[in-house]
């Protein structure tokens, strides 16, 4: 028996997941600045885990430290290699005493408590330390979300498992505070054009570096103001604007130039994992067959448990 889905919208809760959003930045930053370079800044990311969303295991003195921002207990919790913990309680608080609280618990690790002191990808950026204003906190939103995010990580990680190429990891990029999997062609893709808002033109013409059918959750914010899934492909081939998507729910955002599902009419359906998997199979269908992918090299059943991959 799967989890239910719960209901998360986003209004109610807008100012506190801006807040997440922004201590989301804070952990990630300090993965960013221990973490060699891996492609497509994956290095950079945070994951899903049993409580909330963790770094993994981070590089750093005395042999390597796991943050976690726990969201059902509500607390920032940091683990060393050594033994050594600490923690601080998750409130309402400012960002910059979310800052301040980091860095003495990276103090107490003993580990380097230097890193990028500006959000990325938000509109007018505030240096998190003269980020004054007091957030609220709602403690219930917050695990309805991370319970969300259990259920959208499970299925994404299925879709994950049809691909034999390049496929990254199921993640949360925590600049535009989505989780995202994302599939290559294994072909290089035109140069691109930058100007992404906070975010340097080097990062992101490195990420779009090969040709990508990418998919992916927000839980609000950002051009829309419901929690909802999207595809897109770079670059978008001819004629993916108007492909069909399933299910009937989904439209193509002109805007945006992506695929978008609102996340209740997933929660909504009689089978939301079915709902969500025909999203992410009918926009990658359309981004790779339009693309002129090689399908028949790249692509394979879904994965099953204790089964090997048939030949």
């Known amino acids: 028996m799967t989890a239910s889905w719960p209901d998360i919208p986003y209004g109610p809760w807008r100012e506190t997941c801006s807040a997440l959003h922004l201590y989301a930045q804070i952990v990630g930053k ?26 993994s295991l981070v590089p750093d003195s ?16 940091g683990s060393c290699t050594n033994g050594r913990t600490a923690r601080f309680d998750l409130g309402p608080m400012s960002v910059a005493t979310f800052h301040e609280r980091f860095i003495d618990l990276l103090r107490e690790l003993g580990a380097t408590a230097e890193f990028h002191g500006i959000p ?3 509109p007018d950026p505030i240096p998190f330390v003269d980020d004054q204003a007091e957030r609220p906190y709602d403690a219930d939103a917050v695990t309805r979300f991370f319970r969300a995010c259990v259920c959208i990580d499970r299925v994404l990680n299925r879709f994950r498992t049809s691909f034999l190429g390049k496929v990254s990891p199921v ?21 691109h054009p930058g100007g992404v808002p906070g975010l340097p033109d080097d990062v992101t013409c490195e990420a779009y570096s090969h040709e990508v059918s990418s998919a992916g959750f927000w839980p609000g914010g950002g051009g829309v103001n419901f929690p909802a899934f ?5 670059p978008a081939p001819p004629g993916f604007a108007d492909a069909r998507a399933e299910p009937e729910a989904a439209y193509f955002d002109t805007t945006l130039g992506e695929f978008v599902l609102p996340y209740e ?3 909504g359906s009689s089978d939301p994992e079915a709902t969500l998997m025909a999203f992410l199979e009918s926009t990658y269908r359309a981004a790779a067959d339009l693309g ?6 790249l692509d394979c ?9 048939p030949l």
């Open 30 to 55: 300090y993965r960013l600045a221990r973490a060699p370079w891996v492609n497509h800044s994956w290095h950079a990311t945070l994951y899903v885990n049993a409580r909330g969303f963790t770094t």
């Open 265 to 267: 009419a997933v929660r």
């Open 62 to 77: 005395p042999g390597g430290v796991e943050i976690v921002l726990d969201l059902l207990d509500h607390a920032v919790i």
């Open 292 to 297: 002129g992918w090689d399908r028949r090299h």
């Open 230 to 234: 999207y595809s897109y492909a770079y």
């Open 120 to 122: 990325n990808e938000v």
């Open 301 to 309: 059943a879904t994965g099953i448990p204790r089964r090997p991959r």
């Open 171 to 191: 993640h949360l990029f925590w600049g535009s505070f989505d989780m995202a999997v994302t599939r290559f062609s294994g072909r290089s893709a035109p140069l």
